[in-house]
């Protein structure tokens, strides 16, 4: 049996990467573009992190996302599987010069001033209206959180060890 899973697919990861940085023009960490992505691509999970203020907003329309046939038993792990594609995804970008390639080098990703194709921009849009509370949700309040500290985005989420981080 053959099953498909978008979290392996690179050309829907490049696809989820440019929603989110399409919508949100800041600088984002990578290790925070991974984060983002993976509740892009899993957005029932959003319902496992520590709440922060602002997100009952959106509980509802996260509620509606869940899909029964799509259990995730070790959320870590799966994320973990997503880093290489993610990774690959972001260096296909960078190649075709929609992410900045000196802001990869230090560590982020900023898209650049390229212009992508029309056909591409409607997909995008399609994509992004399809459930706008959710890249909202997304590119808002989620990109906009400290990737590290105590109340930073991998303490809430416990997809990426933080004990070590400094603050």
Request: proline share 2%; net charge positive.
């Amino acid at each position: 049996m053959l099953i498909y899973n978008q979290a392996y697919d690179l050309f829907h990861t490049m696809f989820r990467i440019l929603q989110i940085t399409e919508k949100n023009k800041d600088i984002l960490e990578i290790d925070k573009l991974g984060i983002l992505d993976f509740y892009l691509a899993f957005p029932s999970e959003l319902l496992e992190i520590k709440s922060f203020q602002g997100f009952k907003k959106y509980e509802k329309y996260i509620q509606a996302e869940k899909n029964k046939y799509e259990r995730i038993i070790d959320r870590k792990r799966l994320f973990f599987k997503m880093e290489q594609i993610q990774l690959y995804a972001i260096k296909a970008l960078v190649s075709y010069g929609l992410i900045d390639p000196v802001e990869f080098k230090n560590g982020n990703v900023k898209r650049t001033e390229t212009k992508i194709t029309q056909q591409l921009q409607v997909r995008l849009n399609a994509a992004n209206e399809e459930n706008p509370n959710l890249i909202t949700l997304i590119t808002g309040p989620l990109a906009s959180m400290n990737l590290n500290g105590h109340l930073g985005l991998k303490v809430r989420t416990s997809l990426i060890e933080f004990k070590y981080d400094t603050v």
